[in-house]
Nanobody, 114 residues
Framework: QVQLVESGGGLVQAGGSLRLSCVASGRNPFSSYDFGWYRQAPGKEREFVAAIIRSGGSTVYGNSVKGRFTISRDNAKNVLYLQMNTLKPEDTALYYC??????WGQGTQVTVSS
């Protein structure tokens, strides 16, 4: 069993930045998992945001965030990050930390005002 706890969400103006964090706890080492971020806006389907492999050496992004968001991880601290820059109102959503095909966090709300 793994617990994922997100933090760092909030209200920000368009053009601003936020950094989300996800702390993972469980029996297996943090470094043994690939991680991802997903988001879901009201009335919309969940959308892939970004993913990072165990070593942190490879990342992939959804088209809507490419060039603005950066996913990273600190395996020594058991923390996953999502740096979000140049935020847009359409980035407003509940953001989830994910271990693909296995575990989801409860989410942290990001609201971008125009």
């Amino acid at each position: 069993q793994v617990q994922l706890v997100e933090s760092g969400g909030g209200l920000v103006q368009a053009g601003g930045s936020l950094r989300l964090s996800c702390v993972a706890s469980g029996r297996n080492p943090f470094s043994s998992y690939d991680f991802g971020w997903y988001r879901q806006a009201p009335g919309k389907e969940r959308e892939f945001v970004a993913a990072i492999i165990r070593s942190g050496g490879s990342t992939v992004y959804g088209n809507s965030v490419k060039g603005r968001f950066t996913i990273s991880r600190d395996n020594a601290k058991n923390v996953l990050y999502l740096q979000m820059n140049t935020l847009k109102p359409e980035d407003t959503a509940l953001y989830y930390c994910v271990i693909p095909l296995s575990y989801w966090g409860q989410g942290t709300q990001v609201t971008v005002s125009s």
